[in-house]
């Protein structure tokens, strides 16, 4: 069974710029999560969806923004680069609530 | 609001060493308990959880007890190898309505196994 699988792997943008990140969970799921992590926050939550609607989501300011499909593949998008919007963007899939599986990451670099 | 508070690392031990990394949390109600592991360059993988006091989670050798008299969810494992050279994140899951839920991560600990 395929796990989470997130595109690009890697992707530098400038500032300014904006940029749309794609993740494919693990089929049969249907909640898809977004989380930020750099090396001064930790981990971030970024917000949740499930078939479709965002349930969830956490304290970013509204330059980020998501999506759901139908098929359950999701998309982040952020406008407007910053600097400190360099990071690593994980995606997680779930089935139940007490597992998530994670992705390998989208590493955006913001010059 | 909710956190999560675990050691500082990095850690470094050798081969065949006692670990322990310190979690504690503050949350209300009752959440569940999460230890996820990162090897380098990849995602989050699940390393145990635990969903209510006492419980113990387990797996390949490592284990971590919730105690909610105390707030805390440590990790340890009796004998680690250079393959358990990853950073370590202790998490907590809350509900937040609508049948969402998010996890709080701590910091993270990197651990270094050397032969």
């Known amino acids: 069974k395929a796990g989470v699988t997130q595109t690009p792997r890697y992707l530098i943008k400038t500032r300014g710029q904006q940029v749309t990140l794609s993740c494919s969970p693990i089929?049969?799921?249907?909640?898809v999560s977004w989380y930020q992590q750099t090396p001064g926050q930790g981990l971030q939550f970024l917000f949740e969806?499930?078939?479709?609607?965002?349930?969830n989501k956490g304290n970013f300011p509204g330059r980020f923004s998501g999506r759901q499909f139908s098929n359950s593949r999701s998309e982040m998008n952020v406008s407007t680069l910053e600097l400190g919007d360099s990071a690593l963007y994980l995606c997680a899939s779930s089935l139940t609530r007490e597992k998530l599986f994670f992705g390998s990451g989208t590493q955006l670099s913001v010059l | 609001g909710n956190s999560v508070t675990q050691m500082e690392g990095p850690v470094t031990l050798s081969e065949e060493a006692f670990l322990t990394i310190n979690c504690t949390y503050t949350?209300?109600?009752?959440?569940?308990l999460f230890w996820y592991v990162q090897y380098p360059g990849e995602g989050l993988q699940l390393l145990l959880k635990a969903t209510k006091a006492d419980d113990k989670g387990s797996n390949k050798g490592f284990e971590a007890t919730y105690r909610k008299e105390t707030t805390s969810f440590h990790l340890e494992k009796g004998s680690v190898q250079v393959s358990d050279s990853a950073v370590y994140f202790c998490a907590l899951s809350r509900d937040s309505g609508a049948g969402s839920y998010q996890l709080t991560f701590g910091k993270g600990t990197k651990l270094s196994v050397i032969p």
């Open positions: 969806y499930f078939s479709e609607t965002q349930r």
């Open positions: 949350a209300t109600g009752y959440p569940s």
């Open positions: 089929s049969g799921h249907r909640s």
